[in-house]
C-alpha cells in the first residue's frame, strides 16, 4: 500500500505479542524507510501507546501516523495510518475483563488453537467492537478530498472516514444516483 502511495491505510495488529514490544510494527516502519525512503511517525498524542510497559497505562488502542510521502516524493502528499492494538485498558465490560484476568494472554492468545469458546469469541469480537469505535472517524486522513459531483461523491469539507461510513463512497456508493 505504501509503494501505491495509499493516503489512508488502516493496520490492526492481531499477533501474540503479550509484551507489548511491538516488533512487527517495528519491522514495517523499518523496512519501508529503507527500502521505499518513506518515513512513518506516530502522531505526538499517542506517544503512551508506544511507550507504556504496564498494560494498565495503555490509554490508546488506536494511534494515528502519519505517512510522509513528501519525505521520499518532491511535492509528494502525506497520508494517514491508523494502526489498532487490541489491550485490555480496564475500560472493558465486566465480562471481557474478567475473561481478561483469567487467560494470562488475552488479547493476545497465540492462534495456534483455532477452537474458540464461545465466551472467548464473544470477548474478542466485544474488544474489536470497542476498539473500532475508539477510531477518530472525524479526524481527516491524508489528502483533500475530490470535490462533490451530481452522482453522491463526498464533498470537499468532508472527511473520507464521514463520507465511508455515511455510505457516501464513491460514483456508484450505497447513497449515489446510478445515471
Known amino acids: 500500500m505504501i509503494r501505491r502511495r495509499c493516503h489512508f491505510i488502516v493496520v490492526s495488529d492481531a499477533t501474540a505479542d503479550f509484551g507489548r514490544k511491538f516488533t512487527d510494527l517495528g519491522n514495517a516502519i523499518q523496512k519501508i524507510r529503507i527500502d521505499m525512503g518513506v518515513e512513518i ?17 495503555v490509554h490508546h488502542r488506536v494511534i494515528i501516523c502519519t505517512i510522509d510521502y513528501e519525505h521520499a516524493d518532491k511535492g509528494g502528499i502525506n497520508g494517514r495510518l491508523i494502526y489498532l492494538k487490541p489491550s485490555i485498558n480496564k475500560t472493558e465490560p465486566p465480562d471481557v475483563y474478567t475473561y ?13 488453537d483455532q477452537w474458540f469458546s464461545e465466551a472467548q469469541f464473544e ?3 466485544t474488544l474489536g467492537e470497542m476498539i473500532a469505535k475508539e477510531i477518530p472517524w472525524d479526524d481527516p486522513p491524508g489528502p483533500p478530498s475530490p470535490p462533490s459531483s451530481e452522482h453522491g461523491q463526498k464533498s470537499r469539507s468532508e472527511s473520507p472516514l464521514t463520507a465511508t461510513r455515511l455510505g457516501r463512497t464513491g460514483k456508484h456508493g450505497r447513497n449515489a444516483k446510478i445515471p
Do not use: I, N
Open 41 to 57: 511517525t506516530v502522531d505526538k498524542d499517542y506517544d503512551d501507546f508506544l511507550y507504556a510497559s504496564d498494560v494498565g497505562q
Open 100 to 112: 481478561g484476568r483469567e487467560s494470562q494472554t488475552f488479547p493476545h492468545e497465540t492462534t495456534a
Open 123 to 125: 470477548c474478542y469480537r
